[in-house]
């Protein structure tokens, strides 16, 4: 004897009242793949005048916003401004963390000497913001410095807090740590008579750890975390926590980023201890936009692109300042960045800091073996939404199945039609030529149990083409 075919979920077999009896049955409403949508985390430091608790989760939609939660000038409300910059409508969360006990907090100086024997102005660059002071025919050294730490002070969006003494001004960054140490500093005027030196900000020691902050975050269904600590032992941690939360008993797949603004071979050696497919580091040499600003923007801009498989080349990094020529890195430099794991950014048309390529960390298996398994981004994101469509499907086709030997076959439909549909958005490729290899079976060990293999052909970008020119004569 046959099973029945319809099954109900409401209605009772032991009816006996007459009547016309008819449920709902919303399991297979949805035909459709589930949407994409990318949620943005950053991990990052408040300051004692941010009104949010550490360690507490926030959804946050504007700059004005992140300067109350975390406090002006922050590194929590500085990579927030970036990150909406570079993507206005982002889907945003920020846990903050609170300086270290043990952080010392960098500082820097800019020395004014002399009387102003014309008039004049004086520019104090603070990493990707200028001050400007209006100097007399006259002022001291000590007027000059006093005018110009009030400018300071009043400014907005700085990451460092001014105090002036005699002729000397001195920054002290508003979040202690070694992060500290990384806020360009340059200064420029046009008042003779007077000198102005700059000593670039130093001192600044410990980050705080992320640990604590990404532990409150477990179970957060974030796909792009942002840290702007890029150390191996923070890195290392993030690591950690992607591979907990992508894990297939967690499938909550997410890819995490940083950034440096330091040297290629700084970049290069941070990537090779890393070694993560699921970790993104970014270089761009010389800017004076903060290395935080920059990872928190090409975490927005990541987050812009719904298509996992479609690569990020040329896409804009808004408002995050372009290096000099000088510092910029040239083609083999750029060669070395993407066969060593590390993301370029580059200065395209129209003076903007765009992506190259995005690719992961991840450049050697665990026996040091060269891999390009998961070279580009897009592998790990098409991997994870191909993941969330087959689960989102079995789970709304399946709530409530009995196991028996008609199930394989139907559960098997269910995913071939997902493949299909994922094939028609060039997310996955040679479908059929792959559905030999779509088996879902019962399992030998646990009765309750079914076991899938499902090949996936990712799409891949089209990052070169190469081309012959034959002269004809």
């Given at each position: 004897?046959t099973?029945?075919?319809?099954?109900?979920?409401?209605?009772?077999?032991?009816?006996?009242?007459?009547?016309?009896?008819?449920?709902?049955?919303?399991?297979?409403?949805?035909?459709?793949?589930?949407?994409?949508?990318?949620?943005?985390?950053?991990?990052?430091?408040?300051?004692?005048?941010?009104?949010?608790?550490?360690?507490?989760?926030?959804?946050?939609?504007?700059d004005?916003?992140a300067?109350?939660?975390?406090?002006?000038?922050?590194?929590?409300?500085?990579?927030?401004?970036?990150?909406?910059?570079?993507?206005?409508?982002?889907?945003?969360?920020?846990?903050?963390?609170?300086?270290?006990?043990?952080?010392?907090a960098?500082?820097?100086?800019?020395?004014?000497?002399?009387?102003?024997?014309?008039?004049?102005?004086?520019?104090?660059?603070?990493?990707?913001?200028?001050?400007?002071?209006?100097?007399?025919?006259?002022?001291?050294?000590?007027?000059?410095?006093?005018?110009?730490?009030?400018?300071?002070?009043?400014?907005?969006?700085?990451?460092?807090?001014?105090?002036?003494?005699?002729?000397?001004?001195?920054?002290?960054?508003?979040?202690?740590g070694?992060?500290?140490?990384?806020?360009?500093?340059?200064?420029?005027?046009?008042?003779?008579?007077?000198?102005?030196?700059?000593?670039?900000?130093?001192?600044?020691?410990?980050?705080?750890?992320?640990a604590?902050?990404?532990?409150?975050?477990?179970?957060?269904?974030?796909?792009?975390?942002?840290?702007?600590?890029?150390?191996?032992?923070?890195?290392?941690?993030?690591?950690?926590?992607?591979?907990?939360?992508?894990?297939?008993?967690e499938?909550?797949?997410?890819?995490?980023?940083?950034?440096?603004?330091?040297t290629?071979?700084?970049?290069?050696?941070?990537?090779?201890?890393?070694?993560?497919?699921?970790?993104?580091?970014?270089?761009?040499?010389?800017?004076?936009?903060?290395?935080?600003?920059?990872?928190a923007?090409y975490?927005?801009?990541?987050?812009?692109?719904?298509?996992?498989?479609?690569?990020?080349?040329?896409?804009?990094?808004?408002?995050?300042?372009?290096?000099?020529?000088?510092?910029?890195?040239?083609?083999?430099?750029?060669?070395t960045?993407?066969?060593?794991?590390?993301?370029?950014?580059?200065?395209?048309?129209?003076?903007?800091?765009?992506?190259?390529?995005?690719?992961?960390?991840?450049t050697?298996?665990?026996?040091?073996?060269?891999?390009?398994?998961?070279?580009?981004l897009?592998?790990?994101?098409?991997?994870?939404?191909?993941?969330?469509?087959?689960?989102?499907?079995?789970?709304?086709?399946f709530?409530?199945?009995?196991?028996?030997?008609?199930?394989?076959?139907?559960?098997?439909?269910?995913?071939?039609?997902?493949?299909?549909?994922?094939?028609?958005?060039?997310?996955?490729?040679?479908?059929?030529?792959?559905?030999?290899?779509?088996?879902?079976?019962?399992?030998?060990?646990?009765?309750?149990?079914l076991?899938?293999?499902?090949?996936?052909?990712?799409?891949?970008?089209?990052?070169?083409?190469?081309?012959r020119?034959?002269?004809?004569?």
């Amino acid at each position: 004897m046959t099973s029945p075919n319809v099954s109900f979920d409401t209605l009772p077999s032991s009816i006996r009242k007459p009547g016309k009896y008819l449920e709902f049955n919303t399991r297979l409403a949805v035909r459709t793949l589930p949407a994409n949508e990318q949620r943005v985390l950053l991990v990052a430091q408040r300051t004692a005048g941010g009104s949010q608790p550490a360690l507490v989760p926030v959804d946050v939609f504007s700059d004005e916003e992140a300067r109350i939660l975390f406090g002006e000038g922050s590194v929590a409300h500085l990579m927030v401004r970036a990150a909406i910059i570079a993507n206005p409508y982002l889907y945003l969360t920020v846990v903050a963390v609170d300086d270290d006990d043990a952080s010392i907090a960098a500082s820097g100086t800019v020395g004014i000497t002399g009387t102003a024997t014309s008039s004049g102005v004086i520019a104090l660059a603070i990493g990707n913001q200028t001050v400007k002071i209006a100097v007399a025919k006259g002022d001291t050294a000590a007027v000059a410095a006093a005018a110009l730490a009030q400018a300071v002070g009043t400014a907005r969006y700085l990451p460092v807090t001014p105090a002036a003494e005699g002729g000397v001004v001195t920054l002290t960054a508003r979040n202690k740590g070694a992060l500290g140490n990384q806020v360009p500093l340059s200064a420029s005027h046009t008042v003779q008579g007077l000198t102005v030196q700059v000593t670039a900000m130093s001192g600044g020691q410990t980050d705080p750890d992320i640990a604590g902050a990404l532990a409150a975050l477990f179970l957060g269904g974030h796909h792009i975390l942002v840290t702007p600590y890029a150390t191996q032992d923070n890195l290392a941690t993030l690591r950690d926590h992607l591979d907990a939360v992508s894990h297939a008993l967690e499938q909550r797949g997410a890819v995490g980023v940083f950034a440096t603004t330091g040297t290629l071979a700084q970049a290069t050696t941070l990537a090779g201890q890393v070694n993560s497919g699921r970790i993104c580091g970014v270089v761009l040499p010389g800017t004076v936009s903060l290395p935080h600003e920059v990872a928190a923007a090409y975490g927005a801009v990541v987050a812009s692109e719904e298509d996992p498989a479609r690569p990020l080349n040329t896409l804009t990094l808004s408002g995050i300042a372009v290096p000099p020529v000088a510092r910029r890195l040239g083609r083999m430099e750029q060669e070395t960045a993407l066969h060593n794991g590390v993301t370029p950014l580059e200065t395209g048309p129209g003076d903007v800091v765009q992506i190259v390529r995005a690719v992961t960390t991840y450049t050697v298996d665990a026996q040091g073996v060269e891999d390009v398994s998961l070279l580009d981004l897009t592998t790990i994101r098409t991997l994870d939404y191909v993941r969330k469509a087959v689960r989102e499907r079995i789970s709304l086709r399946f709530p409530r199945e009995k196991l028996s030997a008609r199930t394989p076959p139907k559960v098997r439909s269910e995913i071939i039609d997902v493949l299909l549909k994922l094939e028609e958005l060039e997310i996955v490729e040679e479908v059929k030529a792959n559905l030999p290899g779509v088996i879902v079976e019962r399992d030998t060990q646990d009765a309750n149990r079914l076991n899938a293999k499902i090949p996936v052909d990712v799409v891949n970008g089209l990052h070169v083409f190469a081309g012959r020119i034959d002269l004809l004569l």
